[in-house]
Nanobody
Framework: QVQLVESGGGLVQAGGSLRLSCAAS????????MGWFRQAPGKEREFVAA????????YYADSVKGRFTISRDNAKNTLYLQMNSLKPEDTAVYYC???????????????????WGQGTQVTVSS
């Protein structure tokens, strides 16, 4: 079992930056591919970015490509999402997730992830 706890959300003006963190418990974090998803009010949860267990490969939704960067530090059991050039449409609750089954990468489907955090709110004002 892995427990995930997100942090780093907040209120930021359009064009600003935030860095989200996802702290994982357990010794198996380094063997899981990880992902970030987000859910805006009244909308379905959507894929944002994913990273392999080693950090060697990453994948992004078109809507965030070039603005967001996913990374991880396996020694610290932590996943990150650096978000730059934020837009009001980036406003959402952001969730991190872990895939323990070794699903072929890239992993963009919610159903492929086994563990989820509780989410952190990101609000971008115009």
């Amino acid at each position: 079992q892995v427990q995930l706890v997100e942090s780093g959300g907040g209120l930021v003006q359009a064009g600003g930056s935030l860095r989200l963190s996802c702290a994982a418990s357990g010794r198996t974090f380094g063997s899981y591919s990880m992902g970030w998803f987000r859910q805006a009010p009244g909308k379905e949860r959507e894929f944002v970015a994913a990273i392999t267990w080693s950090g060697g490969s990453t994948y992004y939704a078109d809507s965030v490509k070039g603005r967001f960067t996913i990374s991880r530090d396996n020694a610290k059991n932590t996943l990150y999402l650096q978000m730059n050039s934020l837009k009001p449409e980036d406003t959402a609750v952001y969730y991190c997730a872990a895939d323990r089954r070794g699903t072929p990468f890239p992993i963009t489907s919610m159903t492929s992830y086994d563990y989820w955090g509780q989410g952190t709110q990101v609000t971008v004002s115009s």
